[in-house]
Nanobody, 114 residues
Framework: QVQLVESGGGLVQTGGSLSLSCEPS????????MGWYRQAPGKQREVVAT???????GYADAVKGRFTISRNNAKNTLHLHMNTLKPEDTAVYYC????????WGQGTQVTVSS
């Protein structure tokens, strides 16, 4: 059973920065791709950023130029570096991994005060 554990969420002011981490229970390269999704209260879950096993990133239009998805090979962790945060970025952020089956973390709350 695969586990994805997120960390790094918190409360920040508009314009601030925050970094999220995802620690999978197995090697990152065993997944076809990984990514970050978010869900605001009463809203649908949406993709934020993705990263293929080969290192190709993809971003939602709303976060392009502000967020960066990356991985730390030595620590076997996935990261989301969030800059110039806006109130509309407030949501629960979920780590996601895919290898024929979808895996989800429990989520970490990110709140951006206005």
């Amino acid at each position: 059973q695969v586990q994805l554990v997120e960390s790094g969420g918190g409360l920040v002011q508009t314009g601030g920065s925050l970094s999220l981490s995802c620690e999978p229970s197995r090697n990152i390269y065993s997944f076809d791709h990984m990514g970050w999704y978010r869900q605001a209260p009463g809203k649908q879950r949406e993709v934020v950023a993705t990263l293929t096993a080969s290192g190709l990133p993809g971003y939602a239009d709303a976060v392009k130029g502000r967020f960066t998805i990356s991985r730390n090979n030595a620590k076997n962790t996935l990261h989301l570096h969030m800059n110039t945060l806006k109130p509309e970025d407030t949501a629960v952020y979920y780590c996601h991994a895919h290898s024929r089956v979808n895996y989800w973390g429990q989520g970490t709350q990110v709140t951006v005060s206005s």
